[in-house]
């Protein structure tokens, strides 16, 4: 069936806030590792949804798809990212204290996403403690989804150092 049918019946079965946050935050999400037997948080490349094709009812999305690619809707939303980094950071808590480490945030987040600025920062401090910390606010972040590394959007990419 046309993928823009998919679409109109997922966004008409959302909450009604929802709804409003898929106008602005609708994303398409595809699954890094296709062989993996059940698919979780985290398994998905999250992509641009930038169109709807007139007349055929395909979509326009910011990645190379092929029939057979596992997909799925995803909202784009303060909580779920900062849920998502957490559990993140969480991991790596584990490990220790980094001697250091480089943070690359998307201008899309900060104070646009999080209504504060500071907000990835703050929660790497947070879980991490204080260490020595760099970087800056770019337009597409490197990071893994699975085994393989990506250019993300919307993101945070964070590399970490371990003292020797």
Same mark, same amino acid.
């Given at each position: 069936?046309?993928?823009?049918?998919?679409?109109?019946?997922?966004?008409?079965?959302?909450?009604?806030?929802?709804?409003?946050?898929?106008?602005?935050?609708?994303?398409?999400?595809?699954?890094?590792?296709?062989?993996?037997?059940?698919?979780?948080?985290?398994?998905?490349?999250?992509?641009? =949804?930038?169109?709807?094709?007139? *007349?055929? @009812? /395909?979509?326009?999305? %910011?990645?190379?798809?092929?029939?057979? #690619?596992? !997909?799925?809707?995803?909202?784009?939303?303060?909580?779920?990212?900062?849920?998502?980094?957490?559990?993140?950071?969480?991991?790596?808590?584990?490990?220790?204290?980094?001697?250091?480490? =480089?943070?690359?945030?998307?201008? *899309?987040? @900060? /104070?646009?996403?999080? %209504?504060?600025?500071?907000?990835?920062? #703050?929660? !790497?401090?947070?879980?991490?403690?204080?260490?020595?910390?760099?970087?800056?606010?770019?337009?597409?972040?490197?990071?893994?989804?699975?085994?393989?590394?990506?250019?993300?959007?919307?993101?945070?990419?964070?590399?970490?150092?371990?003292?020797?």
């Amino acid at each position: 069936r046309p993928a823009a049918d998919a679409l109109r019946e997922t966004v008409e079965s959302l909450s009604p806030a929802d709804r409003r946050l898929a106008r602005t935050s609708l994303h398409l999400g595809r699954v890094a590792n296709e062989a993996s037997p059940e698919f979780h948080r985290g398994d998905f490349l999250i992509r641009n =949804l930038m169109g709807i094709v007139p *007349g055929d @009812g /395909s979509l326009v999305v %910011g990645d190379h798809l092929r029939v057979g #690619h596992t !997909v799925q809707f995803q909202l784009r939303d303060a909580a779920t990212a900062t849920e998502d980094l957490a559990e993140l950071l969480d991991r790596e808590a584990k490990a220790g204290r980094p001697a250091g480490g =480089l943070l690359f945030s998307c201008g *899309g987040r @900060g /104070s646009h996403l999080f %209504g504060e600025p500071d907000h990835d920062l #703050h929660l !790497v401090r947070e879980r991490l403690g204080a260490f020595p910390l760099a970087g800056f606010f770019c337009n597409g972040e490197i990071g893994p989804v699975g085994p393989r590394n990506f250019l993300h959007g919307f993101t945070s990419s964070l590399a970490l150092f371990a003292a020797v």
